[in-house]
Nanobody
């Protein structure tokens, strides 16, 4: 099973950067599509960024394009979300996830479900 360290969450000022990291155990992230989802207070879960399994195709929500980067390190068995120029509206609980059904990145982020979820980590952005 996947255990997500959820490292990197915290409180930052608008405009600052933050990197979230998810360490998997019991599975190999190389065998899965990987993703970061988030859920803001009072809102539904949103697919922030997804990466397909073998093609490494990336998808980003419009709200984070140009500011966030998803990264998968197969050797370290980790999935990172590198966030820059953070905005108040990025405040949310962030979850890493993996899925082995071969969805294209865009469909995975649209909400096709995940095989495994990591623990959420709270990111709070204040201006």
């Amino acid at each position: 099973l996947m255990a997500a360290a959820g490292v990197g969450g915290g409180r930052v000022q608008a405009g600052e950067s933050l990197t979230l990291s998810c360490a998997a155990s019991g599975i190999r992230v190389a065998d899965y599509a990987v993703a970061w989802f988030r859920q803001a207070p009072g809102k539904g879960r949103e697919g922030v960024s997804c990466m397909s399994t073998f093609e490494y195709t990336e998808y980003y929500a419009d709200s984070v394009k140009g500011r966030f980067t998803i990264s998968r390190n197969n050797a370290r068995n980790t999935v990172d979300l590198i966030m820059s120029d953070l905005k108040d509206e990025d405040t949310a609980v962030y979850y890493c996830a993996v899925d082995g059904r071969g969805w294209p990145a865009s469909l995975y982020c649209a909400g096709r479900g995940s095989d495994y979820w990591g623990k959420g980590t709270l990111v709070t952005v204040s201006s």
